[in-house]
């Protein structure tokens, strides 16, 4: 009677890595952060004791928004497109999204200029 010996082997199952969102969130809470503080100082009165700094902060704070929330929803598409490997909806949104703050984020510059 013969045995058939197999040789042994080990393998290794693949663990996909769980994606961490903290980059995307940071940027995203300080980009919606930066847009209130922005908002709120567009109606702060001129004689408040930072007023003089008033009329270009909130400007200033919306290019910083739109920024931050650009590189938040662009980091979030490039994820989602590795994820994937297709232009799905999540990265089509976040494509979308995230040039949709980069033109906001230029439209106020170029008034912060004028």
């Known amino acids: 009677m013969t045995a058939l010996r197999e040789s042994p082997r080990t393998e290794v199952a693949y ?3 769980r ?5 995307e969130w940071t940027f995203g809470i300080f980009g919606v ?11 702060v009165p001129a004689d ?7 009329e270009g902060w909130y400007f200033g704070l919306f290019v910083a928004a739109g ?10 598409a490039r994820r989602a497109f590795f994820d994937d490997e297709a232009w799905t909806f999540p ?3 976040g494509t979308l999204l995230a040039l949709a703050a980069l033109g906001g984020a230029i439209t106020f510059a170029v008034i912060w200029i004028v």
């Open 48 to 54: 408040w004791w930072l007023g003089g700094l008033v």
């Open 19 to 23: 994606r961490s969102y903290i980059a």
């Open 67 to 76: 920024l931050l929330l650009t590189a938040a929803f662009g980091i979030f």
């Open 33 to 43: 952060l930066a847009a209130g503080v922005g908002a709120w100082m567009y109606y």
């Open 15 to 17: 663990v996909p890595t």
């Open 91 to 93: 990265v089509m949104a």
